[in-house]
């Protein structure tokens, strides 16, 4: 019989992080604020949240990322200037981002890494387990991620990291699980991780991407966690030790995801994410593609 666990109900959202690959554009905005289209790349990772059943949702900023906490706020002279020209449309998304979910924020001190940040989440969580969503990577709504790992975790308890297969050259720039297969097709038991790996001693090609479902007891261990890894809490480090011993907080398990991701955290796949999504919008993609074709054709006349 299938053991039912703790529903889960709260987001934690790391965002303290100074965004150096993207400077000097985040000198003064955080890079979680960096438009991809549209729409600061934080808002489709809460929206993601929400689109979840996660509507209590947990950022964790640092200094500088006053913005994000405006962004969720309400701005009622902007509103109040949109009513009474009658834009609609403008007022609708403004005032979207604010009615989306409940937002609290606390403040990670010192950036001791991403083990740390999450423990900052501690007070709040207390004794559930809570997702957490890195602002760097956004999974397409179209491949319900989210939804699927916290299926998983109701069903087998313990924790559930999102994994996805890469190139064995590329596994150093993530961490890396160790995994025994499982009678489901995208579920596999995770047996041990490490982070960012040498090729040569990688346990497999499967990346950990910017997705966790985590038992509260993460936190017991992370105030125990040594700095690893760049001097820092590591995560990765902590979730080992959940894997090394199931009585401590339950197994951990990997969802292996196959869908539409896009990584943000980096300056060209920041670029291409922009084009995809704008490609796939219904009010500037037939425009936008026709432009694109246009320009890459001449591109290769060129060269």
């Known amino acids: 019989m299938t053991q039912s666990h703790p529903r889960i109900s709260k987001a934690v959202i790391p965002a303290a992080g100074l965004g150096t690959r993207f400077l000097p554009a985040t000198k003064a905005t955080p890079k979680e604020m960096l438009p991809v289209v549209d729409k600061p790349a934080i808002q489709y990772v809460v929206e993601e949240a929400v689109s979840a059943g996660l509507e209590d ?16 706020d309400r701005n009622y002279e902007l509103e109040s200037a949109l009513d009474k020209k009658g834009d609609a449309d403008r007022l609708a998304r403004v005032q979207e981002s604010s009615d989306l979910a409940t937002m609290h924020y606390v403040r990670q001190g010192d950036p001791r890494g991403l083990g740390h940040a999450v423990l900052c989440a501690a007070p709040h969580v207390g004794h559930e ?17 989210l939804q699927r790992m916290i299926d998983v975790q109701e069903q087998h308890g313990g924790s559930v990291i999102a994994l996805m297969e890469v190139a064995p050259e590329q ?31 990688a346990p497999s090609n499967y990346a950990i991407i910017g997705r966790y ?31 090394e011993d199931e009585k401590v907080g339950g197994p951990v398990h990997g969802v292996v995801f196959k869908g539409r991701r896009y990584d943000t955290g980096d300056r060209a796949d920041y670029l291409r994410a922009i084009v995809r999504l704008a490609c796939e919008r219904e009010d500037l993609g037939p425009d936008f593609r026709t432009w694109l074709r246009s320009f890459v054709a001449e591109e290769m006349q060129e060269r």
Not at 57 to 72: A, I, Q, S
Not at 173 to 201: F, H, N, Q, R, S
Not at 214 to 224: E, T, V, Y
């Open 129 to 145: 387990p809570f997702a957490v969503l890195l602002g760097d990577d956004l999974i397409d709504p179209r491949d319900p991620l």
């Open 213 to 243: 479902v985590l038992d509260p007891h993460i936190f017991g261990i992370l105030r125990k966690t040594e700095p690893g890894r760049g001097g820092e809490i590591q995560l990765t480090d902590a979730l080992q030790q959940l894997a």
């Open 57 to 72: 949702v947990l950022m964790v900023t640092g200094r500088n990322k006053r913005p994000l906490e405006d962004h969720f």
């Open 171 to 201: 596994i150093h720039l993530y961490g890396c699980a160790a995994v025994e297969a499982t009678g489901e097709g995208d579920v596999v038991k995770i047996t041990g991780l490490v982070e960012k790996p040498d090729p040569a001693d």
